[in-house]
Nanobody, 120 residues
Framework: QVQLVESGGGLVQAGGSLRLSCAAS????????VGWHRQAPGKQRELVAA???????NFADSVKGRFTISRDNAKNTAYLEMNSLKLEDTAVYYC??????????????WGQGTQVTVSS
């Protein structure tokens, strides 16, 4: 069983920055795609940014130019660098690992989430 632990959330003023981390247990990280999702109160969970096992990235339009996603396979860790934060970025942020295991089975793991609150 893979465990994902997010960290780095907190309270920040609008215009500020935060860096979220997602540390994964096990040996599947390097073969996984990593996605950062967020869910604000009363809203559906949405994909914010993703990075493939090969390093290709994509971002939601709302965060393009402000957020960066990266990964360090040696540390089994993914990062979400968030700059120029806005009030509407306030949400619980979740890390997600997806991919295909050596047995050919698809896997899909979620972290517990970390709260990001942007204040005015």
């Amino acid at each position: 069983q893979v465990q994902l632990v997010e960290s780095g959330g907190g309270l920040v003023q609008a215009g500020g920055s935060l860096r979220l981390s997602c540390a994964a247990s096990g040996s599947i990280f390097s073969a996984s795609a990593v996605g950062w999702h967020r869910q604000a109160p009363g809203k559906q969970r949405e994909l914010v940014a993703a990075i493939t096992s090969g390093g290709r990235t994509n971002f939601a339009d709302s965060v393009k130019g402000r957020f960066t996603i990266s990964r360090d396979n040696a540390k089994n860790t993914a990062y979400l660098e968030m700059n120029s934060l806005k009030l509407e970025d306030t949400a619980v942020y979740y890390c997600r690992l997806t991919g295909w295991g050596q047995t050919g089975r698809f896997f899909d793991y979620w972290g517990q989430g970390t709260q990001v609150t942007v204040s005015s």
